[in-house]
């Protein structure tokens, strides 16, 4: 009876786990740029059925993480989501060290600069300074950046240990997939020239376009940030000189906010 | 943040709630708005959830990555994966993305505090905050709370209601605020509002600084924003505050909106 009971316990704790759990993802979902997503389509990308959606979603919207739209059956992120984002950034000693140094690199190279952390298989973004004139950019807190395809992701893993390095690079070379394989390619060359010059580049691997160039930020404890700058230059030869002429000012910022928030 | 402008009101329950989700939620927006760290023992006491509840659910959310553990203080605090949670989406197509340029400078010009607000619950949430340099009055930063029947801002979002529904707000109110005398400072808004389509209130939030407040008229706009700001008392006497904050902030709300027309609604739909 005992081991029935805690049986019964232990299953009744893991649903509410899950329930928790997936009620995260409803809210991981949404993508830049989606405004409403319906009923069906949130069910259908979490692999879920659509009652056990709509009882997460009435749930979050009863939270004000969402908001039903009026007349259709879509639900659209809303304030408490917004507000925790801004609670995490306003009270980050990472980004409150980080941001006057990504400001100065931004002004000084005419670019937009991130500073990000590893958030699952991607690089979240949680700070975003534009230099002065520069054009508009789709990046700000928030954004993901997937590791495999580029430079803060390779960054990142670049400062990992090789069985972590390993779990990342085994699967893409073993991948039938050719583009696997040029990914993998990448971030071999990404690891020679952060061990030669300290920093690394892509270009036109996460949207057509728009490049990066990358410093990983060794912090406390043996985590690790990067920071990054953005460009939109896709002449080869313009390219190279300005991943060439930002590389000294990219380690500079590095080691800042390195010590910056070890002072913290 | 003062404690005495803010409050963690609890929602109205859907009826096929999901209870451990809601009460993970409760636990994540009691870290807001400045994510200070919080043991086991003080979540407990803001969410009104049983310790052992609290334990459970913050073992499980540092072991998903929203929430870290300090262990020099023994204390939790929202982790940096929080952000995912919505927040990347919503910043890059949300009102206030098109909004803050046109605060800051209004904040600027005027050198004031101007505030977008929504409400949530029983209280007005401040999504965005533009301070003028020399402007002192209110201490609010993103993510505060003001309590609504005592914020201008809240008092204009309830003039914006139907009938019914006002009601029905009235009602929670009543029973939330049982202490404030809310008929005769929400009518008085409601009647300035349907007049001049703006409200003032006098140090009802903090002695010394009075409100003007309106809500934008953004037909797609999720949970209708209200645009408030915050002046010295002294300088700014209610009688000011109608003659010129009051058009000021209305010149404001028209740009904002002429914005958010021309970008195709609120939120980008």
């Known amino acids: 009876m005992r081991k029935r009971t805690q049986a019964l316990d232990a299953t009744e704790s893991n649903r509410g786990i899950d329930s928790l759990q997936r009620g995260m993802e409803v809210l991981r979902c949404f993508q830049p740029g989606e405004n409403a997503l319906t009923v069906a389509e949130i069910a259908r990308r979490l692999d879920l059925p659509r009652t056990t959606t709509r009882r997460l979603l009435n749930t979050l919207a009863a939270h004000d993480f969402l908001f039903s739209v009026p007349d259709r059956d879509a639900f659209r992120l809303h304030v408490a989501s917004f507000v925790l984002g801004q609670a995490v950034l306003s009270g980050s000693e990472l980004v409150r060290g980080a941001t006057p140094v990504l400001q100065w690199l931004a002004n000084r190279h005419a670019l937009h600069c991130l500073l990000c952390v590893r958030d699952r298989g991607d690089m979240l973004v949680l700070a975003h300074q534009a230099g002065a004139g520069t054009a508009h950019c789709p990046l700000r807190a928030g954004t993901r950046l997937p590791i495999a395809r580029t430079a803060p992701g390779h960054a990142w893993l670049w400062t990992q240990p090789v069985a972590t390095q390993g779990k990342w690079l085994t699967p893409m070379r073993a991948s039938a997939n050719p583009a696997e394989h040029t990914h993998a390619a990448a971030i071999y060359q990404a690891f020679h020239d952060l061990v030669q010059g300290g920093t690394c580049a892509s270009f036109g691997t996460w949207r057509s376009g728009v490049g990066f160039i990358a410093a990983p930020v060794a912090l406390a404890g043996g985590d690790s940030a990067v920071i990054a700058g953005v460009h939109t230059c896709a002449a080869p030869q313009e390219r190279s000189r300005i991943e060439h002429e930002c590389t000294p000012a990219l380690l500079q910022a590095a080691g800042t906010i390195r010590r910056e928030v070890r002072r913290v | ?269």
Not at chain 2, 30 to 59: D, H, I, W, Y
Not at chain 2, 102 to 127: K, S
């Open chain 2, 1 to 269: 943040m003062d404690d005495t402008l803010g409050t963690f009101p609890r929602a109205t329950a859907p009826s096929d709630e999901i209870r451990v989700l809601a009460r993970g939620l409760a636990l994540l927006k009691a870290f807001c708005p400045r994510n200070a760290a919080r043991s086991n023992g003080e979540l407990a006491q803001m969410t009104a959830l049983p310790k052992a509840t609290v334990s459970r659910l913050t073992a499980t959310l540092t072991r998903l990555g929203y929430l870290e553990y300090l262990d020099e203080s023994a204390r939790y605090r929202l982790a940096h994966a929080a952000v995912a949670l919505g927040f990347g989406a919503l910043s890059t197509q949300d009102i206030r993305v098109r909004a803050r340029e046109h605060m800051q400078r209004f904040a600027d010009d005027n050198d004031l505090v101007v505030v977008l607000a929504v409400r949530e619950g029983n209280v007005m949430v401040c999504h965005e905050v533009c301070r003028g340099r020399g402007a002192l009055t209110i201490r609010v930063a993103a993510g505060s709370r003001l309590k609504l029947p005592r914020s201008a801002m809240g008092r204009a979002w309830m003039a914006s209601l139907a009938p019914s529904r006002r009601a029905a707000v009235l009602r929670e109110l009543e029973l939330a605020f049982p202490d404030d005398p809310l008929h005769p400072a929400l009518d008085e808004a409601a009647a300035e509002i349907a007049q001049s389509r703006f409200c003032v209130t006098v140090g009802s939030l903090e002695p010394d600084v009075n409100s003007v407040a309106t809500p934008i008229d953004a037909a797609r706009s999720p949970g209708a924003y209200v645009l408030g700001c915050s002046v010295p008392a002294f300088r700014y006497p209610r009688e000011r505050c109608v003659a010129e904050i009051g058009p000021l902030l209305l010149g404001l709300r028209d740009r904002i909106e002429a914005g958010l027309e021309t970008a195709g609604g609120a939120g980008g739909s």
